[in-house]
């Protein structure tokens, strides 16, 4: 039990999480950071995709705020919210409650698949083969996670503009992110963050409490669409949450995050070099 705690200790200590928030003042500390963020490399645009999610609903408004921030200030600044669906998503109707909700200066909407499923149909022309269709649908997942972070990053070019990530201290514990695709950002305003936190700044924020406590999703498998996120990771975020900030969970949760965090560490990385 003795090292049980002390793991969980060490690893809250890495991913910046603290048991207890005032979510009002991490509402204006993350606000101020993006702000900083922006004016400090002579940028003048923020860019993020935008789900339907709590993450991005919270990331997104926080990016609103600052560039709010900064024209009070007297910069030229501007928010770009990207919505990046896979053809037809199936809960659309979420996104634009999210996106009504963070009221962003310019929302830009581009459709994901056409390239991704052109760049898999140029890897099986090339030779790629896959153990069955489920193993190419997952390939196919993190190649719409990394062509959406490459429309992002082609916006933020074009508008002089940082790319904010959604990371959050629950999802970098388990390594529940695409590496270079939603795991690649400029800034990540919701670090050390637990889930349930994010709710709570999400609610302090005021964004619509159907978003806020929605199921997640990362909805990147089109065999399994919509599939939740506890159901891919097999723990709860609520177990996850509660390692986070050291509380006790069952040995077999406890087993199933250790487990997964030792296997992903190579996700929380830069690349290993000689």
């Known amino acids: 039990m003795v090292d049980q705690q002390a793991t969980q200790s060490h690893i809250q200590t890495v991913l910046q999480v603290k048991p207890r928030i005032d979510p009002q003042q991490e509402v204006d500390k993350r606000v101020d950071f993006l702000c900083r963020e922006m004016i400090d490399t002579g940028q003048h645009a923020l860019v993020l995709g935008i789900s339907g999610g709590v993450d991005s609903t919270v990331g997104g408004r926080l990016a609103q705020l600052a560039v709010n921030k900064a024209r009070e200030q007297g910069i030229d600044a501007s928010f770009y919210a990207m919505r990046l669906p896979y053809g037809t998503q199936q809960d659309e109707d979420d996104a634009q409650k999210a996106l009504s909700f963070i009221d962003p200066d310019h929302v830009l909407t581009v459709n ?163």
Do not use: W
């Open 112 to 274: 994901v698949k056409p390239a991704s499923d052109a760049l898999l149909t140029a890897l099986e022309e090339g030779g790629l083969t896959f153990r069955d269709d489920a193993h190419r649908d997952f390939v196919l997942g993190n190649i719409k996670a990394r062509q959406r972070m490459v429309t992002q990053y082609a916006a933020a070019g074009a508008r002089s503009g940082l790319v904010v990530g959604t990371d959050q201290a629950a999802e970098a514990l388990m390594g529940f992110f695409t590496k270079y695709g939603d795991g690649a950002c400029d800034a990540a305003p919701l670090t050390g963050l637990t889930k349930r936190q994010v709710r709570d700044v999400g609610a302090a924020l005021g964004a619509p409490a159907a978003l806020v406590e929605k199921q997640p999703t990362a909805d990147l498998e089109t065999l399994k669409p919509q599939l939740a996120d506890e159901v891919a990771l097999g723990v709860t975020y609520v177990d996850i949450d509660a390692f986070l900030v050291g509380d006790a969970i069952s040995a077999e949760a406890y087993t199933t995050i250790i487990d997964t965090y030792t296997r992903t560490e190579h996700k929380r990385q830069l690349p290993k070099t000689p």
